[in-house]
């Protein structure tokens, strides 16, 4: 079965800086991996996800790039605002009809001001 | 649309007692899916279901977990007998796998769960 492994499990950045979360997939049948966002006492949502058949995607200043043949993907936040501190996960899962994703263990991301 | 509810909120228990966690998923969504997170194990999945049909209940951690979805508007997670190592926030999501961009799930608020 599909695992997904997620580093660093926390990151501190300074207030306006970039971040950047990694994260590695076992199955290379994946093809559809969102990135959720779970604030402190929260439940988590989806911030941004890509397809396999696309290897960036941006939205605003979060953005996502995909690499298949190494089956890796990660995140990537500019311009860091304090309100970006929260738990990332990011997930794997087939593009089918009722499939589960395959979560990370979670990136916890705290902004300095 | 309310989103995916889930109730209820908070709950204290002891030891021994059993525990009902209740979800009423997004109308129109036929997919749900039932997690429980912890600091130590993350965020995991423990059973989900498709047209109210259990497809994968591999992540349930032991018999004393059940849940069902007599209809399409409603699913329980039942823990009997709870133990304290169940505390811990059990979420319900659901999606749409019809739809386009159907993978995304929506969770509810979730219910944390303290067995003393």
């Known amino acids: 079965g599909e695992n997904v492994e997620q580093h660093p499990s926390t990151l501190s950045v300074q207030e306006g800086d970039s971040a950047v979360i990694k994260c590695t997939y076992s199955?290379?049948?994946?093809?559809?991996f969102p990135w959720y966002k779970q604030e402190l006492g929260k439940r988590p949502q989806l911030i941004i996800d890509i397809r396999s058949n696309v290897g960036e995607k941006k939205d605003q200043r979060i953005a996502v790039t995909l690499n298949k043949t190494a089956k890796h993907f990660s995140l990537h936040i500019t311009e860091t605002q304090p309100e970006d501190s929260a738990v990332y996960f990011c997930?794997?899962?087939?593009?089918?009809?009722?499939?589960?994703?395959?979560f990370g263990s979670g990136t916890r991301l705290s902004i300095r001001p | 649309d309310a989103g995916v509810i889930q109730s209820p909120r908070h709950e204290v228990t002891e030891m021994g007692q059993e525990v009902t966690l209740r979800c009423k998923p997004i109308?129109?969504?036929?997919?749900l899916f039932w997690y429980r997170q912890t600091m130590m194990r993350g965020l995991e999945l423990l059973i989900y279901f498709n047209n109210n049909v259990p497809i994968d209940d591999s992540g349930m951690p032991e018999d004393r977990f059940s849940a069902k979805m007599p209809n399409a508007s409603f699913s329980t997670l039942k823990i009997q007998p709870s133990e304290p190592r169940d505390s811990a926030v059990y979420f319900c999501?659901?999606?749409?796998?019809?739809?386009?961009?159907?993978?995304?799930?929506?969770f509810g608020p979730g219910t944390r769960l303290l067995v003393l």
């Open positions: 199955d290379s049948a994946s093809n559809y």
């Open positions: 109308s129109g969504h036929n997919s």
């Open positions: 997930a794997a899962t087939l593009d089918s009809s009722a499939s589960k994703i395959i």
């Open positions: 999501a659901s999606s749409d796998p019809t739809s386009g961009g159907g993978e995304t799930q929506y």
